[in-house]
């Protein structure tokens, strides 16, 4: 029987699927005591976290018996990967459990945006009943999206805007080919620079790289087309915060919304006051009840696959 430590929230039917065959330590609030979770590695076979736990050099450098860490998430940024491939150490996200709850975000988003949902929201709440103003918004229906990282989550987005009547677009610098064949549809690969100026509406689903942080700046911004929105569920650390809230402060861009920030738990978003045309979320659109018993479930039977009976 092998040890298992749990420094994060799991759902319970996974917790149970761990316990039957494995020991298992449930501490879902250890992550914040550095201390502690240092000493609890010591003597553990797997550890499983989500994004909260750092798992980098000063953790690793302790526990000698850890084979395994699974992730309950997709995001591998407080993972540090060299350190656990030196020690031939496992690392296993939960690829694509999460993928409908954040299609269904960016779809939502960006026919909130489109629609002009949220300043309507604002302008009724004062008394003023803009009916005039509102009508004049257009149908999302017949316009382009742009899909910026073409990996499972971007593929169930385009599916899920291909049905809502969008003409889909794509730009991932790791595909070749001119397109993407799915489900009784393609979805043509092409540059990003020609990605921007066509889309309605851009959204981005890249991990967080050296080369992708500060990827949307104000320069590539200012590609888009004008009045499109933009909508930020992968890692905040692409978008260039200040250079998108003078987009919009503008009017340039039409509208944006971000479940993701440069720093988190995001703390001063002051840059973005006043703008109306704008969703902020904490990191909500890949978990719902149903993805986390999805993420849960498939790294508890990952994790007791690796590790054996």
């Given at each position: 029987m092998s040890s298992i430590l749990i420094s994060e929230f799991i759902t319970s039917q996974a917790l149970e699927t761990l316990r039957s065959k494995h020991s298992v330590a449930y501490e879902p609030e250890l992550y914040k005591d550095r201390s502690a979770l240092i000493a609890a590695v010591q003597n553990i076979d797997a550890l499983i976290v989500r994004n909260l736990t750092q798992v980098n050099e000063e953790v690793l450098v302790g526990a000698l018996k850890l084979r395994v860490v699974g992730r309950l998430g997709v995001g591998l940024e407080n993972i540090e990967l060299p350190a656990c491939a030196k020690r031939n150490i496992k690392v296993i996200p939960a690829t694509g459990a999460n993928a409908e709850s954040v299609a269904e975000y960016v779809v939502g988003a960006a026919v909130a945006l489109t629609r002009g949902f949220i300043p309507a929201t604002i302008s009724t709440l004062k008394g003023e009943w803009p009916r005039p103003r509102f009508s004049g918004y257009h149908e999302?229906?017949?316009?382009?999206?742009?899909?910026?990282?073409?990996?499972?989550?971007?593929?169930?987005?385009?599916?899920?805007?291909?049905?809502?009547?969008?003409?889909?677009?794509?730009?991932?610098?790791?595909?070749?080919?001119?397109?993407?064949?799915?489900?009784?549809?393609?979805?043509?690969?092409?540059?990003?620079?020609?990605?921007?100026?066509?889309?309605?509406?851009?959204?981005?689903?890249?991990?967080?790289?050296?080369?992708?942080?500060?990827?949307?700046?104000?320069?590539?911004?200012?590609?888009?087309?004008?009045g499109a929105c933009l909508i930020n569920t992968a890692r905040g650390g692409i978008v260039d915060e200040l250079a998108l809230a003078e987009c919009l402060r503008s009017g340039r861009l039409g509208g944006a919304a971000l479940d993701v920030f440069s720093g988190e738990p995001a703390k001063d978003l002051s840059h973005f006051s006043g703008i109306e045309n704008l969703i902020l979320t904490p990191h909500i659109a890949g978990v719902t009840h149903e993805s986390n018993d999805r993420v849960s479930q498939m790294i508890a039977d990952e994790v007791n696959l690796f590790l054996g009976a």
């Open positions: 999302f229906s017949g316009k382009t999206i742009g899909i910026v990282g073409f990996g499972s989550i971007g593929r169930v987005v385009a599916k899920k805007a291909n049905a809502f009547g969008l003409k889909c677009l794509a730009y991932d610098p790791v595909l070749s080919g001119n397109a993407v064949a799915l489900e009784g549809f393609e979805v043509p690969l092409i540059s990003l620079s020609s990605l921007l100026s066509q889309s309605d509406a851009v959204t981005l689903h890249l991990p967080l790289l050296p080369e992708t942080k500060g990827l949307f700046s104000a320069d590539v911004l200012g590609q888009m087309r004008e």
